[in-house]
């Protein structure tokens, strides 16, 4: 007998479930809360400060924040557009030929996507040291780009595969060139997953931490994650700062992961599920 | 040619990885396994090994148990349902650099608002004692750390097993129910075992993340007291500064820890190929 089901039981769902979504969202309000308390409530034992201080989020560019939050820019730019810009082709074509060494091809995008810049750290910093690429930008969007091309390639591959054929055929009969039917068929088609693509690496690229605290060591080219962390002082730490910078950092990457939070978790289950 | 083009980047990648990890002797000349054997006289290292395995098995265990739950509840149909699953996002796309941040500031001995709270609870009667310092005693600590594990692992871990859920046809329900099953029964003879291939999946996802987790332990201890706090993660970076040979040793170690388990992600996978 398919129960109808009963209205109190659906309201004690949601009860819980706003329950359980309100404290996976505590620290990020303490965050808030603690990037506007003034200075001298700082060290109040307070839940909230009697005074709000809007101030944090002005004179936080009188700091290295601008200078930071400019290299975090690029390098979640630069890492996007190198990932797509390799990933693409490279889904296409696995998408479309069977060339030998495909599986093997597939099977090692899959492997790479386990594979976390953490394990292989020491490698990755004696090879940068070795070509004289400490301290640079460009070697921050390279590691990223590298570590995040497996996920695009991946999620790419899904949505090329599903595009038909005969849409390609139809419009290479019609007198489209190869080059063109990929802008104007197979592009536009698999533009969700381009997206998702993009906003996922910009995202890794943006909260990478332990490549960028190796690679880097001067203020000129830590992005924001490291920077941050030069509130910390020995003695004294600059909390007001640090959580102002928190919050630029961290509301509007939420915003973006919520635009494209179900088709992240299909890509990533993608190996199995396939 | 362009499968040339295309794939050198991937191969390159993946070939320089193994290359500059595993011969750490051509890194330091004629090293041999000079730097394994002064790995395995650390005296902080068995602590560390164990202190790992506790690490990964606690955060893992408990972040699929809770996701389990979590997305079972997030599953039922009530309003507002997109709203509150977007509150889980969150810790999920946040730094973790700053979500640890923002733990250690709520632990602050002195003014720490989880303190504040469990102060009005009751629960910790002096501020700045050596009971208020959480972060201070290296067990307590450690814990506090397990639990910030946990909090930024379960939002993924919940999405996927939903995913899971959402694959499940209605029909396998309603014949079960048919038959006469309990709503407890259809969850342990029907939910689980076909939930199986996405809970693989968000079991090892988690424990490579949680294995190769750094940012939450460096923020909120540096692996201190001493090294009782310390990761195989953390203990890495920590030789890395002085020791860079015996650094990559433990590295080695590291790698070949996350090729086995790739190796067991690879082979669950294909055993689930052949069933379906």
């Not at chain 1, 979640?76 to 490279?90: E, N």
């Not at chain 1, 088609?189 to 490549?211: C, D, K, Q, S, Y």
């Amino acid at each position: 007998m398919p129960a109808i089901k009963p209205r109190p039981r659906s309201l004690a769902y949601a009860g819980l479930a706003y329950i359980v979504a309100a404290i996976f969202l505590l620290p990020y309000v303490e965050m808030v809360v603690s990037a506007l308390r003034p200075a001298n409530e700082m060290l109040d034992r307070t839940y909230v400060p009697t005074h709000w201080n809007w101030h944090n989020f002005v004179d936080i560019w009188t700091t290295d924040f601008g200078q930071s939050l400019r290299i975090s820019l690029e390098v979640a730019s630069g890492s996007t557009l190198l990932v797509l810009l390799a990933a693409i082709p490279a889904a296409y074509y696995t998408a479309r030929y069977r060339f030998l060494g495909r599986t093997t091809f597939l099977l090692l995008v899959l492997v790479t996507q386990m594979f976390q810049p953490t394990a292989m750290l020491v490698g990755i910093y004696r090879e940068f040291l070795s070509f004289g690429l400490i301290d640079s930008v460009i070697a921050l969007i390279l590691v990223n780009a590298g570590f995040n091309l497996a996920f695009a390639v991946w999620i790419l591959n899904a949505y090329i595969s599903a595009i038909p054929v005969e849409l390609e055929e139809a419009a290479s009969i019609d007198g489209a060139s190869r080059v063109g039917t990929l802008f104007r068929i197979v592009l536009p088609l698999a533009l969700p997953g381009i997206v998702t693509a993009l906003i996922f690496t910009f995202i890794n690229a943006w909260n990478e931490f332990i490549v960028a605290l190796t690679l880097t060591t001067s203020p000129a080219t830590e992005p924001l994650t490291v920077m941050l962390n030069s509130y910390i002082g020995q003695y004294q730490v600059d909390w007001s700062h640090l959580f102002a910078g928190s919050v630029i950092a961290t509301f509007p990457v939420i915003i973006l992961f919520a635009l494209i939070e179900g088709k992240v978790v299909s890509g990533l289950t993608a190996g199995s599920i396939k | 040619m362009i499968a040339v083009v295309v794939l050198w980047p991937v191969v390159i990648m993946v070939r320089t990885a193994f290359q500059k990890i595993s011969p750490d002797g051509f890194i330091l000349g004629q090293a041999g396994w000079r730097n394994f054997v002064f790995l395995w006289q650390e005296p902080a290292l068995p602590g560390i090994l164990v202190r790992t395995s506790i690490w990964v098995l606690t955060v893992v265990v408990i972040t699929m148990l809770i996701a389990l739950a979590m997305a079972q509840l997030f599953n039922q149909e009530f309003p507002g349902r997109r709203v509150a699953r977007w509150a889980l996002i969150a810790p999920w796309a946040a730094s973790v650099v700053m979500t640890a941040i923002v733990f250690r500031w709520s632990l602050n001995a002195d003014n720490g608002i989880i303190n504040v709270a469990l102060h009005d609870l009751g629960l910790m009667p002096v501020y700045g004692t050596d009971a208020a310092d959480w972060l201070g005693r290296p067990v307590v600590a450690f814990a506090w750390m397990m639990l910030v594990a946990i909090f930024v692992s379960v939002p993924f871990s919940t999405y996927a097993l939903l995913a899971g859920l959402q694959a499940i046809p209605t029909e396998t329900y309603e014949a079960a129910r048919i038959d006469g099953a309990g709503a407890w029964r259809i969850y342990i003879a029907i939910t689980l075992p076909l939930l199986r291939p996405a809970f693989i999946v968000a079991l090892l996802i988690n424990v490579m993340n949680v294995f190769n987790s750094f940012p939450i332990i460096w923020e909120m201890t540096r692996g201190g007291p001493g090294h009782q706090t310390s990761t195989t993660t953390t203990f890495m970076y920590q030789l890395k500064q002085s020791y860079i040979g015996e650094s990559a040793a433990m590295s080695v170690v590291n790698f070949a820890l996350v090729l086995l388990i790739v190796l067991v992600y690879l082979r669950a996978t294909s055993v689930q190929g052949r069933a379906a």
